[in-house]
């Protein structure tokens, strides 16, 4: 039997532009929200505590429901995103009447703790719940570039991953409801170590009048190879086993105290490098110095840096 794959690719498309989605919470992100499921054909309500923020998607065809009890009662699904859980509950408690056999997709920035807590409050009024985190900012939304985790129910996802995915690119961590959020915390943790690193990195190289413009893409080319290592260290965490057949902490060492010269030298701040030479000494002291960069995690999990 022939399958005509594009046709089924056609056919799912179909189907989930079909999907009726409601969106409540109307600020820079929300609004984005909305308007990717708008783009990608879906009927949209919105509900905003003000409503004049939904004046711009009204006019891209939304519907502006009254009251978040009305938005609720009108689609399958519903997307919230707020400042934060207090103000999830003080929205949608009120409109419990309506909650019974609806999806709840949450995608209000919070703990994993909220979110085990949101999961119950959704079962206690007949809801079924997915937890998310939305990795970009609100221009990024709706390309299939940037990533959307969720987390909870696998079957709630997989029934929604097809309009989920007009959002950005859905990605499914698990059934703990709690680990969106923790690979949100964890997930930027990094970016902002990256970044403070790079700006370190800038603030280096311009005080020698080269631009930014100019470190960056050899920057860019470099965290190419810092993905590789990070690839290769990751089972070295996972066994607990840190060979050091590469670069071992002890060469490492050494060469952060180029770095802390060079910075200081130019009168840049030090205290990204020294916190990464405490982290590395701490690792050495703890018998890893010939063990590969990876062993620093041993001091992460224990500050006390005793050997694992």
Excluded at 223 to 246: E, I, K, M, N, W
Aim: glycine share 10%.
């Amino acid at each position: 039997m022939n399958i005509d794959r594009e046709a089924v690719k056609d056919t799912e498309a179909v189907a989930a532009a079909a999907v009726t989605v409601t969106v409540i919470g109307l600020g820079s992100m929300g609004s984005a929200l909305a308007a990717a499921l708008l783009d990608r054909g879906h009927p949209t309500t919105v509900w905003n505590r003000s409503p004049h923020k939904a004046g711009p998607l009204v006019e891209r065809g939304a519907r502006l429901a009254s009251s978040p009890g009305e938005a609720v009662a009108a689609s399958a699904l519903t997307v919230v995103c707020v400042l934060d859980y207090e103000s999830l509950y003080a929205v949608l408690d009120p409109a419990d009447g309506s909650l019974a056999g609806k999806v709840l997709v949450n995608l209000t920035s919070g703990s994993p703790r909220q979110a085990h807590e949101a999961v119950a409050w959704a079962r206690s009024h007949g809801a079924d719940y997915l937890d998310g985190a939305i990795m970009t900012t609100p221009p990024g939304v709706g390309s299939a570039e940037m990533m959307f985790l969720y987390s909870g129910s696998e079957t709630v996802f997989a029934a929604h991953r097809p309009t989920l995915s007009a959002l950005g690119d859905p990605l499914y961590l698990g059934a703990d409801p709690g680990l969106a959020s923790l690979y949100d915390a964890a997930l930027l943790g990094l970016m902002w170590s990256t970044m403070t690193g790079w700006l370190h990195g800038t603030a280096l190289v311009t005080a020698e009048k080269t631009e930014a413009t100019a470190f960056t893409p050899v920057a860019n080319r470099w965290l190419t190879a810092v993905a590789g290592f990070l690839t290769t260290y990751a089972p070295q965490v996972d066994a607990g086993h840190y060979p050091g057949d590469d670069a071992t902490i002890d060469v490492q060492l050494a060469a952060v105290d180029h770095l802390i010269h060079a910075a200081e030298s130019r009168g840049i701040d030090n205290s990204l490098p020294e916190l990464l030479k405490s982290a590395m000494s701490q690792a050495k002291s703890a018998g890893h110095g010939a063990d590969s960069y990876a062993s620093v995690i041993e001091v992460l999990r224990n500050p006390a840096g005793s050997a694992k």
